[in-house]
């Protein structure tokens, strides 16, 4: 069964501060992972998506990284702001090689408090 | 939130009572889909559509009903037969239903039924 864990499940830290969450997945055959924001209460933002041969993608502050061998993934939050206050949720495409639905599974997420 | 708008933002229903959330999308995609938030748990998908005047069950279809007549709206009615409906719904589209393409989010609606 295809699966995606993240952890930790829930994570305060002070307003400047770096931070690591961390995805691990057991989706097969794998085609791409994405990591969104989603603030309370509002539908989630893609932040990155990398596909099997893509070790690291930026996006601003966020910076993303997959090992594919390993099937883990995290993204680094540098120099965090208030603004990062969300839940990040992971999610791994498989690839689907008959019929057109694409699959994806999704991790419960991370819920981030920056504070000051 | 892209081009993708839900209503409403909050729905309260009586049981028993069927009803239906809408989304709309002005992005010119082909595939559209529900999903289902509970606390805890990662999103589940409810319905898809590939195309207009065609869709398909997701992992968690009981008790939904679903329709695509035009490209641009696929709306969702969650029926009486559906056990535990209180949960927060969001709907997504993308170019194509293929694993390559982003799928974008709408904000959602949060249906409360007592």
């Known amino acids: 069964k295809n699966q995606v864990e993240q952890s930790p499940q829930s994570l305060i830290i002070l307003e400047g501060k770096n931070c690591t969450l961390q995805c691990n997945y057991t989706v097969s055959p794998f085609s791409n992972l994405r990591w969104y924001k989603q603030d309370t209460g509002r539908g989630p933002v893609s932040l990155t998506i990398?596909?099997?041969?893509?070790n690291t993608k930026s996006n601003g502050r966020y910076t993303a990284t997959l090992d594919a061998d390993t099937k883990q993934s995290s993204l680094h939050i540098t120099a965090s702001q208030l603004s990062d206050s969300a839940s990040y949720i992971c999610v791994v495409s498989a690839l689907e090689d008959t019929g057109t639905a694409s699959k994806l599974t999704f991790g419960t997420g991370t819920r981030l408090q920056v504070t000051l | 939130d892209g081009g993708i708008t839900q209503s409403p933002k909050y729905l309260f229903r009586k049981e028993g009572q069927n009803v239906t959330l809408s989304c709309e999308q002005n992005l010119n995609h082909d595939a559209m889909y529900w999903y289902r938030q509970d606390p805890g748990q990662g999103l589940r998908l409810i319905y898809y559509?590939?195309?207009?005047?065609?869709?398909q069950k997701g992992d968690i279809a009981e008790g939904y009903s679903v329709s695509r007549e035009k490209k641009e709206s696929f709306p969702l009615t969650v029926t009486s037969a559906q056990k535990n409906p209180t949960a927060f719904y969001l709907c997504a589209s993308s170019r194509r239903d293929r694993e390559r393409y982003e799928q974008y989010f709408g904000p959602g609606t949060r249906l409360t039924v007592t």
């Open positions: 559509s590939q195309i207009v005047n065609d869709f």
């Open positions: 990398m596909t099997f041969s893509e």
